[in-house]
């Protein structure tokens, strides 16, 4: 039985996409993992979505009666799950719920958690991990003495994995009782338009400062783009908050990523350093971004969109 893991949680049914992420991250360490989702009540058609290049074995850990937000009860049904199974490894996405969950389960099982990690690396049989700090001022690398170990990682570090045919499941049940009540449930926006899309179009504050904004988001719907933003942008609520890019933000890999009026602090390309061709527009022949970009274009984007939204 792999002793390394991926846990995800399943709502409605759905398997989060980081779960093929994970796989990548899982293979890259040298080892296949097994896939444990938890849920109130699974289905085991649920394995061969769950089945991916780098997972050897599903587990379907069925929660009755708790709600995602009932962090304490699946944190204890998490750390049985980890001691039961002995597992020295677990991998899951860098969210808000996931990180809820885990940090319980770490105290309770004794181990070290590292978050938003955005790189792997094994180095003399230890796992490295790579992670922005500080304010992503600065890249560290830490690891963590002994096991277990959980480590959440960034959505968007890793190429997702190919699917497989489905992988040996087993279902069990986990008894875990909440203090919480859970009431209604309202599904909040996701980021998962940007995080799969081909081709992101950014707007950075000079977009907004230039009175561009809507030119740069009619520019991104005529060429099918997802739309995203720098910080100030979402701060100046011109986008959610889910769709800015960033070390706080999201972290996208499209393969052309075209960006209008950023200036490229490091907690921006944090959140682009794994796109495939990287196009920046500004008009600052110094801005950081500069260095950054495949292609950089000097220039006044008001005149450029003028010209490409023409087109
Ligand atoms: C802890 C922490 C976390 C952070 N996390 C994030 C994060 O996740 N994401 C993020 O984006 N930021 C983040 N930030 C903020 C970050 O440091 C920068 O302040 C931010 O990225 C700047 O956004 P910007 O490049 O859009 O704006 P600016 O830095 O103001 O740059 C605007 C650019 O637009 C150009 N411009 C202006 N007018 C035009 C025009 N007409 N045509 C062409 N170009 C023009 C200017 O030359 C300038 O380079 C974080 C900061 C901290 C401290």
């Not at 720098?230 to 890999?253: L, M, Y």
Request: with cysteine; aromatic share 4%.
């Amino acid at each position: 039985m792999s002793k390394t893991a991926i846990f995800t949680w399943i709502q409605q049914g759905q398997v989060p996409e980081s779960v093929a992420e994970l796989a990548t991250a899982a293979k890259a360490l040298g080892e296949t993992a097994a896939c444990y989702a938890f849920g109130a009540d699974l289905d085991d058609s649920l394995a061969a979505d769950l089945s991916f290049d780098g997972i050897d074995a599903v587990h379907l850990v069925n929660t009755p009666g708790l709600a995602l937000c009932q962090s304490d009860g699946l944190a204890e049904a998490a750390a049985q799950v980890m001691t039961a199974d002995g597992l020295t490894t677990v991998l899951l996405e860098a969210e808000p719920a996931g990180r809820d969950i885990m940090s319980r389960a770490a105290v309770k099982v004794g181990a070290g958690m590292t978050s938003d990690c955005t790189a792997l690396e094994v180095q003399d049989g230890a796992i490295r991990q790579i992670k922005p700090s500080f304010g992503a001022q600065v890249m560290v690398a830490c690891e963590v003495k002994g096991a277990p170990e959980i480590i959440t990682m960034k959505k968007g570090s890793t190429a997702p994995a190919d699917k497989t045919a489905a992988a040996p499941c087993d279902v069990r049940t986990v008894e875990a009782a909440s203090k919480i009540t859970c009431g209604k449930i309202t599904a909040l926006p996701s980021s998962d338009h940007l995080t799969g899309a081909d081709v992101v179009v950014v707007a950075g504050k000079g977009a907004i400062e230039s009175g561009q904004f809507e030119t740069v988001k009619a520019y991104a719907d005529k060429i099918g783009a997802a739309l995203a933003g720098s910080r100030p942008v979402a701060d100046q609520g011109f986008i959610p908050f889910d769709d800015q890019i960033g070390e706080s933000g999201t972290v996208i890999q499209p393969k052309l990523c075209i960006i209008f009026g950023v200036s490229g602090a490091i907690q921006f390309t944090e959140g682009i350093k794994g796109d495939g061709t990287v196009i920046a527009v500004n008009n600052d022949p110094n801005a950081p971004i500069r260095g950054f970009a495949d292609v950089f274009i000097c220039a006044d984007m008001g005149e450029l969109l003028v010209a490409m939204n023409a087109k």
